[in-house]
T-cell receptor
Framework: SQQGEEDPQALSIQEGENATMNCSYK?????LQWYRQNSGRGLVHLIL?????REKHSGRLRVTLDTSKKSSSLLITASRAADTASYFC????????????FGKGTLLTVNP | EPEVTQTPSHQVTQMGQEVILRCVPI?????FYWYRQILGQKVEFLVS????????KSEIFDDQFSVERPDGSNFTLKIRSTKLEDSAMYFC???????????FGSGTRLTVV
């Protein structure tokens, strides 16, 4: 898999259900970030987790990071129709450049 | 913190023409970036700009591309002679020194015909 690759590619759930998206990467990272993109719009930063962190919460979002498996997951609890969007993970390498490598994203559809 | 805004939101240009994409306003941040996203594909890194110099660029960022910070607040991406394959959404971004990640602009959709 490529650096920052999400699965599933598409996920369709009912409102109120939880949505889990996974991300795998290949090289060592400084941090991993999750972004959201509504169709044709810009990227919105959701959450950043550093390589020395294992879990982070922000509202209805929960992110885990397993550096031994080079993987991360994003959990959205109690989903809403407004959560419908594409979700991308992006990895930042060590050093000071903070250049991001994005995955292809997971298209989440939350049905009302 | 002010948002990152980009102009124009959509630009259509003839193949071979020059385009300038603008990112305004930007505050006193040190790191700025341009990314692009071809329709249906992943977001790709183009170039990073630190302290008014290019710090890293990707293979995509060839001689047809250039970046400037002409007046300390605007941040521009110029494509000298556009090709059909340059059609994409172009995003500028700044790195938040607080470590909160990037703030991305709303994007410019470039269509080369």
């Amino acid at each position: 898999s490529q650096q920052g690759e999400e699965d599933p590619q598409a996920l369709s759930i009912q409102e109120g259900e939880n949505a889990t998206m996974n991300c795998s990467y290949k090289t060592s990272i400084n941090n991993l970030q999750w972004y959201r993109q509504n169709s044709g719009r810009g990227l919105v930063h959701l959450i950043l987790i550093r390589s020395n962190e294992r879990e982070k919460h922000s509202g209805r979002l929960r992110v885990t990071l397993d550096t031994s498996k080079k993987s991360s997951s994003l959990l959205i609890t109690a989903s809403r129709a407004a959560d419908t969007a594409s979700y991308f993970c992006a990895t930042a390498p060590g050093g000071s450049n903070y250049k991001l490598t994005f995955g292809k994203g997971t298209l989440l559809t939350v049905n009302p | 913190e002010p948002e990152v805004t980009q102009t124009p939101s959509h630009q259509v240009t003839q193949m071979g023409q020059e385009v300038i994409l603008r990112c305004v306003p930007i505050s006193n941040h040190l790191y700025f970036y341009w990314y692009r996203q071809i329709l249906g594909q992943k977001v790709e890194f183009l170039v990073s700009f630190y302290n008014n110099e290019i710090s890293e660029k990707s293979e995509i960022f060839d001689d047809q591309f250039s970046v400037e910070r002409p007046d300390g607040s605007n941040f521009t991406l110029k494509i000298r002679s556009t090709k059909l394959e340059d059609s994409a959404m172009y995003f500028c971004a700044r790195w938040e020194e607080s470590g909160a990640g990037y703030t991305f602009g709303s994007g410019t959709r470039l269509t080369v015909v």
